[in-house]
């Protein structure tokens, strides 16, 4: 059962954030530093998704399709299914959190690393993840004004605003300027890479700090948080069986049966924590809790079911494909 190590460091940094909130000036720089970090993330975003490839991948558009579906049709429904959960086994805030998580795009990179290592549509995987997250950006902000309105935590008709200034237009500025900064973010990926996940906890820190400050924690149990956790594993495994065995009655084959599990059971950390700074403002903080301890459980299970995969019978006898030509990029797909 593996740990994601920037697990770890979300973990610290809110343990940071619980024993040194931001206070006074400290948090209105904060707070400013975290918009900025936001914008550059997603120009980054921007930046990477190669417009080739997403156009590539539209040749298997019923494979993309079924993932969003998935992702923003039949995540949300359960996610509104669990509001009967109110308030005996969840609070009002942690449902909240829930029914965002829901709502958030889907992964890339552990979509692409699972698909890989479950020998199965690697190309696809790396498209859907693209898609998911692009469709996100728009998606996510209408279904949170849809299902979750005024009651969101602070979520208001401004945050559709704030979404288009803080998360689409600095994305698309990266789509435009990719020709001329393309090459500079290949070459330094991994520069890169670290300067996003920091921003993001730059995020978190703000988002918790800005919680402590107002006492939201005390809303929370340590009986609430194991009913959570225990919401949230119904929850992907509902989602996994769904996305595996709806695949087959759909007549996708196996290499592709594999990229929509993996990419369409899956809820992306670094698309949602952005966004629920921007749509939830003070009540971040437990907002994005369902969706931290759920990307640690999915990545958690994923292993082992991708590890499964890789030994069953169809994989053995797989004839050599696309997937397998493309096995070993997996681990260099964009976020």
């Given at each position: 059962m593996p740990v994601d190590p920037y697990i770890v460091l979300l973990l610290g940094t809110v343990g940071l954030a619980a024993l040194f909130p931001a206070h006074g000036t400290g948090a209105d720089v904060a707070s400013g530093a975290s918009t900025a970090a936001i914008a550059f993330?997603?120009?980054?975003?921007?930046?990477r998704l190669s417009t080739r490839e997403a156009?590539?991948?539209?040749?298997?558009?019923?494979?993309?399709?079924?993932?969003l579906a998935c992702t923003f049709l039949v995540?949300?429904?359960?996610?509104?299914?669990?509001?009967?959960?109110?308030?005996?086994?969840?609070?009002?805030?942690?449902?909240?959190?829930?029914?965002?998580?829901?709502?958030?795009?889907?992964?890339i990179q552990s979509s692409i690393a699972f698909t890989s290592i479950a020998r199965g549509n690697v190309p696809a995987a790396i498209c859907a993840g693209s898609f998911s997250s692009l469709v996100g950006i728009l998606v996510t902000p209408l279904l949170a004004a849809l299902l979750l309105g005024g009651s969101g935590g602070g979520f208001s008709a401004d945050s559709l605003v704030k979404i288009v200034i803080q998360l689409l237009v600095p994305f698309?500025?990266?789509?435009?300027?990719?020709?001329?900064?393309?090459?500079?973010?290949?070459?330094?990926?991994?520069?890169?890479?670290?300067v996003d996940r920091g921003s993001i906890l730059l995020v978190v820190y703000t988002a918790f700090s800005e919680g402590m400050t107002r006492g939201i924690w005390h809303q929370v149990s340590p009986a609430r948080l194991g009913a959570l956790l225990g919401v949230e594993a119904v929850l992907l495994a509902v989602m996994l069986g769904l996305t595996w065995y709806g695949g087959r009655m759909l007549g996708f084959p196996r290499e592709d049966r594999i990229a929509i599990q993996f990419a369409g059971s899956k809820k992306s950390l670094a698309s949602g924590l952005p966004m629920a700074s921007v749509l939830f403002g003070a009540h971040a903080s437990l907002a994005v809790l369902p969706l931290m301890l759920f990307h640690q459980m999915q990545l958690m299970?994923?292993?082992v079911i991708a590890k499964r995969r890789a030994r069953d019978p169809e994989a053995a006898g797989e004839p050599a494909g696309p997937a397998a030509a493309s096995r070993t990029a997996a681990g260099t797909g964009s976020r």
């Open positions: 993330l997603f120009f980054l975003y921007g930046a156009m590539d991948g539209l040749r298997h558009w019923r494979l993309h399709l079924t993932v995540f949300p429904v359960l996610g509104l299914a669990a509001r009967g959960l109110v308030p005996v086994v969840l609070t009002q805030p942690l449902y909240q959190g829930l029914l965002f998580l829901t709502l958030v795009p889907s992964t698309l500025a990266g789509q435009v300027l990719r020709r001329w900064i393309g090459g500079f973010v290949a070459r330094h990926k991994k520069v890169l890479g670290l299970v994923c292993a």
